[in-house]
């Protein structure tokens, strides 16, 4: 497995920005695809983001595509979520996560980094 380090949450106002960034150690992230998830206080943990392995392609929930853009560097081995446009309903804590390309699931997990935008 992979180990990540989430960081660059924050407190925000409505219609600012943050960059998270997720940095990896243990081994490289070539081979992996990489997601952002988040969990909003009494709520189930949601898919937000993915990027294939080679950064050439990106999924997105609806709740933020448009606003949100995730990216890689994989010679800083650190994926990163750009987040634009922030609402209330964007509060949460965000995991970046990591599989095996030919894995189905996500089996890397960071210990979340808390972002919080107030209206």
């Known amino acids: 497995q992979v180990q990540l380090v989430e960081s660059g949450g924050g407190l925000v106002q409505a219609g600012g920005s943050l960059r998270l960034s997720c940095a990896a150690s243990?081994?490289?992230?070539?081979?992996?695809?990489l997601g952002w998830f988040r969990q909003a206080p009494g709520k189930e943990r949601e898919f937000v983001a993915r990027?294939?392995?080679?950064?050439?392609?990106?999924s997105y929930a609806d709740s933020v595509k448009g606003r949100f853009t995730i990216s890689r560097d994989n010679a800083k081995n650190t994926v990163y979520l750009q987040m634009n446009s922030l609402k209330p309903e964007d509060t949460a804590v965000y995991y970046c996560?990591?599989?095996?390309?030919?894995?189905?699931?996500?089996?890397?997990w960071g210990q979340g980094t808390q972002v919080t935008v107030s209206s």
């Open positions: 243990g081994r490289s992230l070539n081979n992996y695809v």
């Open positions: 990027i294939s392995w080679s950064g050439g392609s990106s």
């Open positions: 996560a990591a599989r095996f390309f030919w894995r189905s699931d996500f089996d890397s």
